[in-house]
Every structure is written in structure tokens, then in C-alpha cells.
């Protein structure tokens, strides 16, 4: 009654008022009471007029403006201005240590938001990246909860360097999106800033910090269904059966029909539930799994002190029905800037982050390895009997492997602490210099637990009625793993900023120091008693050992001396120029410091006069610039100039330690490192990008494109194929190879505003391709050869697929009959067709040639659209990619592999009318399908193997709707948005049976890719 009542006596007055820009009033501009469906538009003279109740708020929206809100109070006159969003170009984006104004900016740099960013929902911040980042790529491999399977780089250009908050750190898949200001990508010369890590473009990613105002709290909390993406299913007992009668009469290699394995009556002791099938895919998996998000932020200020702190947990379950596969996150972080003095500021960063994952003792590959692979003839269970797994073939019962409490679980954490202080004084005598001073301490501790736990496989005796067991992973036993990784960064920099006229001019000088170091230890004992603890081990066989990988065990020191500088005048002629001195102790003494320097220009030819006074003044923005530089890239240097022994030593080809016994008393062996090489240094790579950046109609359209090359040199690699072996030694790396890169990145801008209805697109592309300059390899005995040679590949591209052409499949009896080339005896129809590329009537090496690429694609693109009308928004992006190919083995090649069972999608194939008929028959009916008659296999090079993987999708697509102000007002908040999301909605793709982002590594095994639908609600106190 209360809330009525005071909606019902709410003071309501007619607002009037003027809107206009810098140049005068602006007709057309929509002026709306937000929340409601209240609205007007301004007459020519700008003016307007509305009715609306004290306590609303105004919404002044037009194309090429930003959009202003008013709260009434109790003013009758309002007059506004609106600002251009051309001055988007007066926003400040963070670079390499410092910002700059966009509109000054002459590298290829991109920044996005984390307004843009949370528009797609997904637990690894790289995942919601894609598609809106022109030139960064983005392939999710897996959907496994805590795995973060996803390959993100930069043109293609390998792995970025990630610089968070002005340090570098490794933990960006982890952050939580609602943390994140803006993410800054570096793809040109502008990354040799960061010298030695630099090659492969870099990532600034800022994180949010408060406001003067009174706090504000926000949370946003949302609940999601994961379901698989296209996840292979095993074919029934039926299905199984039929095609396991085809492999047999087919016969591989006799060209006569062979005899049935199922007879009529196997198939009916199956229909009269005589004989009962097992279900290996529905007792293993589910094709449903809970996700669930929470953060919740405050945030504000006063005139001295701004905070920003944050908590978030994840939540998130996998596709076993056993629930041993989970996942665990807790973000927190704490961001707060004081003033000390009118010239001093105080910064300090807090985050924490603590993940785990609960895992089965066996890797996803193997559950979902050996569940596909048990046919449904064999038992789950032996006798039916579920206290008594059953013994089936190669030992791979899938439900031992998919429960923790029959076969062991993985236990993997992380806990990270992360701290940044820094200290900047405003020299009151020298306007535009300030000092600062920055120290780092960063923690990372990885401990893990892996129970390996014992049990027994039965096969069960009918005449004795009697399970005889077979003893599995024995002996149990327990192991505890601990892995620390402390960092200590410490950075001085003085920054200048003075503009005189005209003239604006930046410099930086910095010197920066880190030490970063790895160490860990490994316990190990076989169980007493079955329980998960070492203190239940016994000290037999016990193993006290650590881990002595570089990725572990290493402690690296770098020293950098910084220097920049930047100039324009009048916004118009623009240049900027720096190097960066990188000393790193990976490098023998001689060798520990290189020098990369970089330098770039650009013009804004729309600036001038000329310009301005001509037809093309609609253009409002007009760039041309360009960036050469030269950087570096340490990332597999392990200290390969260093000689010396690996103790203890691996151990033999037959698995045996390596080492001698003296006096009765085994002792390691040790092995030489071979050869050192005190002259190993770091990649080069030399970057040139031209570019240019336009828009028109302030904010209408806009575009920006690049042109880039990197050519590298000193790749590693060893001399062992043109060196004899008689050195008796291993051969060090060597800065031997290089190659060449080139590409473009395209991004378009649009946005308008019909009355009422706001929206906005982008569109994005990237396309690289790779070339191999130098190779250093043995070369054969001529021009031929040489060529046919995929392992020699000087002046080639790179990731080229080598094997032969398919022309599809024989379609029946009179294409076998008049193949124009030879094929054997027992071809079948729908057997596949190779090309006969030499044309000499036969298949063989001969007709060995490039046929498609491999690896990851070569072209990525995406399409963002966002439009919002009154209290409803919409966002979706759409991603693609093109110039991929991937290639499967073992189980997604092959039916009934192995012996195993075979996929559903074995069942799209060509086969008889009648499963009866004699396949060599030329008078039998054939059924046409993808596939080849169930037995023939295509061979492993050809492009009848080889799948055409591009695809476009919609990523991600979300539906929001803010409730009216008059009702958030009534219940005491700020605001209030619920919302409804999809993540991979939707999938074009060429490629049948699987997700196209699903790689063909560990033979396709790999966790599946997910669909995910989420519901969510924003609030804002």
C-alpha cells in the first residue's frame, strides 16, 4: 500500500529544454523518460518538451553522440549537450607502460571493453573474446570444466605475452570478466616495447578501479545447462550387430563374401530381451551438466580515495553421470588509488585466486576412449551382478574408469596471490614530469592429489557360479604433488606530458628488474590400508622425488631499460619511437642483453584544412600510419648454453632405471646433455605494419584495415640430418631457421539510432599465412624429391597436408568396371576413389602432393551486433573460420576398431538393401551413404580422411530486459536487468558428426565443446 501510495502522489512536471553539440542546437535527438515508453524528439531548433515525474531520469540518445542522462529533480528547464562520438578519438587506451589518446595512436593496437566482453557467457575470458577482436584468434578445443583448452593468439602468430594491471602474469584464462576495464592488444612493432616477449604481439589487460560518488553495489548472478556439442554416440545392439555381419562379409583383401558373425537368432535373443545389450554411453555420460556464476562488486570514492573491490565463484560440472568431474573458482580483488598529497598517489592491486578440480584418476581421453570402444555385447557387469565390474577386452571398462570410488580421482589446485604497489609523485617544478616507482610480488602454489586407487575385473563361471577377479592398478597408492612459483617485479619510470602550442610531446624512461623462480617436491607411497592419505602408505617403495622440467624447477633474472617517445602536432602529423634493452640470465654472459627497437608514423590527412573544406568533410576521421620495429622471442630457451648431466637419469627404452649396482646398493645413473651451444639467442622477428583507420558521419560507419609482415630468423632447431651422427654426442639447438608471415585484419564499425531503436555492428576478419625461409635439412638426391619431400620445406608454407587428392566414391558396379585406373579385386561400391594426380593410371607415391593445410585456420571472422529499444537490448556474435582441416583416427575413422564397438555416424554409409547380399555381387542394390561399406577404411593421407572443418556461428546471442526505473524504485535498488543467453547457438559447418573447433589431437578423444544456455539477473544497490 505504502509503494502505491507514493506512486500515486509522485510530483509530475512538463520539462523543457534545448539540446545541442559544440556547433549549435541538434534537431532529432531522442529525448526519453528511461523505462518507459515516454518519449519525444527535438524540433529543428533543438528544442523540446515532456511530461515526466521528480526522480525519473532523462535518456538523450542520436546517432554520432554520446548518449546523456538527466535525473529530474525538481528543474523545469533542462538544456543538454551532447558530445560527439568522434571525440571516442579523445579516449585514452592503455599501452606498453602509459596511455595515449586514440586519435594519436599509430600503431595496430585494438581495445575492447567489458561492456562488449560479458556479452558472451563463458568460464574462460579468452572464449568470450571471440569473434570481436579483429586479428586475435580464438579456437575452444574443450569444454572440460578447470582444463581451459583454448588456443588464443595474435595473426596466427603464436602464444601473446599478457601484461595485467603493468605486470605480467599467466593466469588471464582464470580472471573474472567482471574484473576487466578494457583489454589492449598489441599486434604490430608497438609490443617490442616489451623487448624479448614480444614477438607474438601482446595483451594489456585493466582492471576496474572506482569513481568519486557513493558506493555502488552490483551483483550479477546466473545459473547455465551445459549440453555436449556434438558429442559421438555408440550405435545400438542392433546397429553394432549389422555392422559387425558387414566387416565379415566383407572380407577385407579375399574379394569373396565371408560368412555372418550374428545369425537371426542372435539378433531375435536381443528383441525378447533373452540376451540384454549394454548401454556404455548411458551409464557413462549425461548430456546435461549445471553451471552457476556469482560476483558481486562495490566500488566509489571520495575526493581523495577510490576503491573497486569485487568477489566471484564458478561452479561448473561435467558430462559424467558419476558428478567426479568438477569445477571450483574464487576471485577476488581488491583495487584502490589514493591521493597523499596534492602531487602523490598511492595504487595498490590485490588479487586472489584459488581453482580446483576434481577429476577421475583417468584422463577424460581414456573414459571417453573406452567407452566408446566396448561393444554392446559386453557386460558392464559380470553376470548382471553390480557389486562385480565385469573383465572386458584390453582391460577398458569404462565404468571403472568414470568413478572415483572404484578406480581413484585427481585432486588439482591453484591458489594465486597477486599484488601491485606503486608510489607516483607530480614534480611541481617541472609541469608535465612525474616519477614513479612500482613493485610486484606475485605467489602461485599448484598442489595436487592423485589417489590411484586398486580394484578388480570379474569374469563370471557359470557352472561353478563363481567371479574369477583380475587385479587392476596395483598396487593402490597415493601421491602428493607441490609446485611454488614466487615473482618480485621491480620498476622506476619517469613519464613526461607537456604540449606547447601545437606541439604535444610524451616521453618515458624506465628501468625494470624481476626475478622469477620455480620449485616443487613430489611424496609418493603404496596404501597399507585403503585409505587416501600418505600417512596410510608404508615406507616400501616409498618415492621422495621433484620434478626437474625448466617449466618447474628454474630461477630466471631480467634486468630492461625502457625508453619512448611520442609526438604530434596539432593531432595532425604523428610519431612515436622507443626500444626497449632486455638482459636475461637464459643467456651466457656475452649474449645476455639485445636491443629492440621500434619506431611508427601516422597521418591525419582529415585534420587538415583542406580536408575539412572539401566534399570529403563527411569523412571526419582519416589515418594513415605505419610501425617498423624489431622483437624478440625467448619463450623455449631452457639454458641450452649450459652443459653438464641429467641425474637421475630417465632410464632405458625398455622402461628399466638406468644405473649400476655396487656392493649390493643400486645407484643412479646420469646422462650428459650433450653438446652446449654458448651462443644461443633468442628469436628475431621484424615487424612492418602499414594501416589505415577511417570514419565517417561521426560514427556512422568507420573501418580500419592493416597490411603486416613478420619475417623471424634464429628458430631453433639442430643440425642432426646434415651433420654425421659419428660425433657421438647430442647435437645443441641452434638459431638455424626463420619465416615469414603476412596477413591482413580488417575491422568495420556501424551504428544508428530509428527513434527509439539503437544499434550498432562490427565486423571483424583476420587472415595469416605462414612461409618457411630458411630450413636448415639434408637435402635429397634431386629437384624431385626434394620436393616431394614434406619434411624439407624451405621456401613452403607452413602446415601443409601431404597425401592424395579423393574424387568421392565408386557410386556402383559400372564405375568400378570402368575406373581409369587400377583397383583391386575387392573393391566394393561406395569404396573411395583417390586421384590419380601424375595421371599415370596408378595410385601410388607418385601422386604424393599437398592436398590442404592442417593445424589451426588460416582465416577467422566475426560479427557483432548490439540494439537495444526502451527497457529490452539484444546482443549476439557470430564467429567463423575458414582455410581449416582436420583429420581423425583410431575410433572417429574406423568402425568397429580394434575389435571395439563402432559411432552412429558409421551408420551414414553405403551398404546393401539387403544385409544379406553378397557385396561382390554386381547385381546387388546399393544404399548410398557418407561413408564406405562398413571395412573399408580411407587411407590415412587423402582428402577422403581429411575434413573440411570451416564453419560459421552464431557464438553467443542474449536477450536483456531492464526493468522501469519506477519499479526498481519501489523496491529500493538501482537497477535491475534479467537476461537470457546462448553460447555456440547455432553451427554451419561442412564437417559431419563432430563440433568443427574440436581438434583431431589425442586421436579426437578430446572432451566435447559445449552448448550453453544461461539465465541471469544484474543488480545494481
Known amino acids: 500500500m505504502c509503494c502505491i501510495g507514493s506512486a500515486a502522489f509522485a510530483q509530475t512536471v512538463k520539462i523543457t529544454g534545448t539540446v545541442k553539440d559544440d556547433t549549435g542546437s541538434l534537431p532529432g535527438v531522442g529525448v526519453t523518460v528511461k523505462g518507459t515508453k515516454n518519449a519525444t524528439t527535438t524540433a529543428a531548433d533543438g528544442k523540446f518538451a515532456i511530461t515526466a515525474n521528480v526522480g525519473e531520469t532523462l535518456v538523450f540518445t542520436m546517432i554520432g553522440y554520446k548518449t546523456n542522462e538527466v535525473i529530474i529533480t525538481n528543474q523545469t528547464q533542462i538544456d543538454v549537450t551532447l558530445t560527439s562520438t568522434a571525440s571516442d578519438l579523445n579516449e585514452v587506451v592503455v599501452v606498453g607502460y602509459g596511455s595515449q589518446k586514440k586519435s594519436t595512436l599509430t600503431g595496430a593496437v585494438s581495445v575492447i571493453t567489458s561492456k562488449e566482453i560479458v556479452t558472451t557467457k563463458n568460464?574462460?575470458?579468452?572464449?568470450?573474446?571471440?569473434?570481436?577482436?579483429?586479428?586475435?584468434?580464438?579456437?575452444?578445443n574443450s569444454s572440460e570444466p578447470g582444463s581451459f583448452n583454448t588456443t588464443f593468439d595474435v595473426r596466427g602468430l603464436g602464444s601473446p605475452l599478457v601484461v595485467i594491471d603493468g605486470v605480467v602474469r599467466n593466469n588471464f584464462s582464470r580472471l573474472s570478466a567482471e574484473d576487466i576495464e578494457s583489454i589492449t592488444v598489441l599486434k604490430d612493432a608497438s609490443a617490442a616495447i616489451y623487448g624479448v616477449r614480444s614477438a607474438n604481439g601482446v595483451v594489456l589487460i585493466t582492471t576496474k578501479k572506482g569513481a568519486k560518488g557513493s558506493v555502488q553495489l552490483n551483483y550479477n548472478g546466473s545459473y547455465s545447462v551445459q549440453r555436449p556439442s556434438y558429442m559421438p554416440k555408440s550405435v545400438d545392439i542392433f546397429q553394432y550387430m549389422t555392422l559387425a555381419n558387414e566387416i565379415q562379409m566383407h572380407n577385407i583383401g579375399a574379394g569373396v563374401k565371408g560368412t555372418t558373425r550374428f545369425t537371426a537368432a542372435d539378433f531375435e535373443a536381443y528383441r525378447s530381451g533373452a540376451k540384454v545389450a549394454s548401454d556404455w554411453n548411458g551409464t557413462v555420460l549425461r548430456y546435461s551438466a549445471p553451471q552457476q556464476q556469482h560476483d558481486i562488486s562495490a566500488s566509489g570514492g571520495s575526493e581523495n580515495t577510490n576503491y573497486f573491490a569485487s568477489l566471484g565463484i564458478q561452479d561448473q560440472d561435467g558430462f559424467f553421470k558419476s558428478d567426479d568431474l568438477k569445477y571450483k573458482r574464487y576471485n577476488l580483488r581488491t583495487n584502490l588509488t589514493s591521493k597523499l598529497s596534492k602531487n602523490l598517489t598511492f595504487d595498490v592491486n590485490l588479487n586472489g585466486i584459488i581453482d580446483q578440480k576434481n577429476q577421475l584418476l583417468e584422463d577424460t581421453y581414456w573414459v571417453i576412449r573406452s567407452t566408446w570402444y566396448q561393444a554392446p555385447t559386453e557386460p558392464i557387469f559380470a553376470n548382471g551382478n553390480r557389486e562385480y565390474l565385469a573383465n572386458v577386452p584390453s582391460s577398458l571398462n569404462a565404468y571403472a574408469h568414470a568413478n572415483a570410488d572404484v578406480s581413484g580421482y585427481k585432486i588439482l589446485q591453484n591458489k594465486w596471490f597477486q599484488s601491485t604497489t606503486s608510489l607516483t609523485y607530480d614534480l611541481p617544478f617541472i609541469k608535465g614530469l612525474s616519477l614513479k616507482g612500482l613493485f610486484s610480488y606475485d605467489y602461485q602454489v599448484a598442489t595436487n592429489k592423485i589417489y590411484n586407487k586398486t580394484y578388480n575385473l570379474y569374469t563370471y563361471t557359470a557352472a561353478t557360479n563363481t567371479y574369477n577377479p583380475f587385479l587392476q592398478k596395483s598396487p593402490s597408492t597415493i601421491r602428493r604433488e607441490f609446485y611454488?612459483?614466487?615473482?618480485?617485479?621491480?620498476?622506476?619510470?619517469?613519464?613526461?606530458?607537456?604540449?606547447?602550442g601545437s606541439h604535444n610531446v610524451s616521453g618515458l624512461v624506465l628501468y625494470e628488474t624481476s626475478t622469477l623462480k620455480g620449485d616443487n617436491f613430489q611424496a609418493q607411497r603404496e596404501l597399507s590400508i585403503p585409505v587416501d592419505q600418505l600417512l596410510a602408505g608404508n615406507s616400501l617403495n616409498q618415492i621422495g622425488s621433484m620434478s626437474t622440467n625448466q617449466l618447474n624447477l628454474f630461477e630466471n633474472k631480467t634486468a630492461s631499460y625502457v625508453g619512448k617517445f611520442t609526438y604530434d602536432y596539432a593531432g595532425k602529423y604523428l610519431a612515436e619511437f622507443g626500444f626497449r634493452t632486455d638482459g636475461s640470465s637464459k643467456f651466457t654472459a656475452n649474449k645476455q642483453y639485445g636491443f629492440f627497437p621500434y619506431g611508427s608514423v601516422g597521418y591525419r590527412i582529415s585534420e587538415e584544412k583542406f580536408w575539412k573544406d572539401s566534399p570529403l568533410k563527411f569523412i571526419n576521421t582519416f589515418k594513415f600510419r605505419g610501425s617498423y620495429g624489431k622483437l624478440g622471442d625467448d619463450g623455449s630457451l631452457t639454458y641450452q648454453f649450459l652443459t653438464g648431466y641429467t641425474y637421475p637419469s630417465t632410464g632405458t627404452p625398455t622402461a628399466t632405471p638406468a644405473g649400476s649396482v655396487f656392493d649390493g646398493n643400486f645407484i643412479n645413473g646420469a646422462t650428459s646433455r650433450g653438446l652446449a651451444n654458448p651462443f644461443i639467442s633468442?628469436?628475431?622477428?621484424?615487424?612492418?605494419?602499414?594501416?589505415?583507420?577511417?570514419?565517417?558521419?561521426?560514427?556512422?560507419?568507420?573501418?580500419?584495415?592493416?597490411?603486416f609482415v613478420r619475417n623471424r630468423s634464429g628458430l631453433l632447431a639442430t643440425q642432426a640430418t646434415t651433420l654425421p651422427d659419428v660425433v657421438g654426442a647430442n647435437f645443441p639447438q641452434e638459431n638455424l631457421n626463420g619465416d615469414r608471415s603476412r596477413g591482413i585484419d580488417l575491422e568495420?564499425?556501424?551504428?544508428?539510432?530509428?527513434?527509439?531503436?539503437?544499434?550498432?555492428?562490427?565486423?571483424?576478419?583476420?587472415?595469416?599465412?605462414?612461409?618457411?625461409?630458411?630450413?636448415v635439412a639434408a637435402r635429397a638426391g634431386n629437384s624431385y624429391l626434394n620436393w616431394n619431400n614434406s619434411t624439407f620445406t624451405q621456401n613452403r608454407w607452413n602446415n601443409l597436408y601431404w597425401g592424395y587428392g579423393a574424387t568421392g566414391q565408386f557410386e556402383d558396379w559400372n564405375a568400378i568396371r570402368n575406373s581409369s585406373i587400377y583397383v583391386p579385386r575387392n573393391t566394393v561400391v561406395g569404396d573411395y576413389r583417390y586421384e590419380d594426380w601424375n595421371g599415370d593410371g596408378n595410385i601410388n607415391i607418385l601422386d604424393n602432393h599437398p592436398i590442404s593445410t592442417s593445424g589451426l585456420p588460416t582465416l577467422t571472422y566475426g560479427l557483432t551486433l548490439a540494439a537495444s529499444y526502451g527497457a529490452w537490448d539484444f546482443n549476439t556474435t557470430i564467429s567463423g573460420?575458414?582455410?581449416?582441416?582436420?583429420?581423425?583416427?583410431?575410433?572417429?575413422?574406423?568402425?568397429?576398431?580394434?575389435?571395439?564397438n563402432a559411432l552412429e555416424q558409421f551408420l551414414d554409409?553405403?551398404?546393401?538393401?539387403?544385409?544379406?547380399?553378397?557385396?561382390?555381387?554386381?547385381?546387388?542394390q546399393w544404399i548410398p551413404g557418407y561413408y564406405a561399406y562398413t571395412g573399408t577404411v580411407p587411407f590415412t593421407n587423402t582428402l577422403a580422411n581429411a575434413q573440411n572443418a570451416k564453419y560459421f556461428r552464431i557464438?553467443?546471442?542474449?536477450?536483456?530486459?531492464?526493468?522501469?526505473?519506477?519499479?526498481?524504485n519501489r523496491l529500493g535498488i538501482k537497477g535491475l536487468r534479467v537476461y537470457a543467453n546462448g553460447f555456440n547457438v547455432l553451427t554451419i559447418t561442412d564437417l559431419k558428426f563432430l563440433d568443427p573447433e574440436h581438434p583431431s589431437s589425442d586421436f579426437g578423444y578430446v572432451y566435447p565443446l559445449d552448448k550453453k544456455f544461461t539465465f541471469g539477473v544484474n543488480i545494481k544497490l
Open 123 to 140: 568460464e574462460n575470458v579468452q572464449n568470450m573474446l571471440t569473434g570481436k577482436i579483429a586479428g586475435v584468434r580464438v579456437v575452444q
Open 484 to 500: 611454488e612459483y614466487p615473482t618480485s617485479l621491480f620498476q622506476g619510470s619517469a613519464n613526461y606530458n607537456k604540449s606547447f
Open 682 to 707: 633468442w628469436i628475431e622477428a621484424k615487424t612492418l605494419d602499414i594501416g589505415v583507420d577511417a570514419e565517417a558521419w561521426n560514427g556512422l560507419i568507420g573501418f580500419s584495415l592493416d597490411y
Open 748 to 775: 568495420i564499425n556501424h551504428r544508428n539510432q530509428l527513434g527509439k531503436f539503437f544499434y550498432s555492428v562490427k565486423g571483424t576478419m583476420g587472415i595469416t599465412r605462414t612461409m618457411n625461409t630458411t630450413r
Open 881 to 900: 573460420a575458414g582455410n581449416v582441416y582436420v583429420s581423425y583416427f583410431e575410433q572417429l575413422n574406423t568402425p568397429l576398431w580394434a575389435g571395439g
Open 909 to 924: 554409409r553405403y551398404h546393401p538393401a539387403d544385409p544379406t547380399a553378397d557385396p561382390y555381387d554386381p547385381n546387388t
Open 955 to 968: 557464438k553467443t546471442i542474449e536477450l536483456g530486459y531492464s526493468l522501469p526505473q519506477k519499479v526498481y
